[in-house]
């Protein structure tokens, strides 16, 4: 997987490409550890993400824990298929979606 970071002020932009499962999850969570001090405005981009695994939709829900803490989270650019599981798993009604 690879993680593309953009920051602009307050605001992070992350793009996610490949696949965010159990061997990768834990890089995305350091990533995202290290960087949301001081954001008030996250932004997920999953416009090249393939896959997704339920330790990616924990990795996700963390990151949205810590956000409405401090600022907003939004996922944006979701494919059909990882927009299904987000259905399916409920995260559809958590997560903010564009």
């Known amino acids: 997987m690879t993680i593309?970071?953009?920051?602009?002020?307050?605001?992070?932009?992350?793009?996610?490409?490949g696949r965010l499962d159990t061997t990768t999850s834990p890089e995305l969570e350091e990533e995202l550890k290290?960087?949301?001090?001081?954001?008030?405005g996250l932004t997920i981009d999953l416009a090249?993400?393939?896959?997704?695994?339920?330790?990616?939709?924990?990795?996700?829900?963390?990151?949205q824990k810590t956000m409405n803490k401090q600022g907003s989270m939004v996922v944006k650019n979701v494919s059909e298929e990882i927009m299904e599981v987000f259905e399916v798993t409920g995260f559809s009604d958590i997560l903010t979606i564009e």
């Open 4 to 17: 593309t970071k953009e920051q602009n002020g307050q605001e992070l932009c992350i793009a996610l490409e």
């Open 34 to 40: 290290g960087s949301l001090d001081g954001i008030t």
């Open 48 to 63: 090249a993400l393939d896959y997704i695994s339920s330790a990616g939709l924990r990795v996700l829900l963390s990151a």
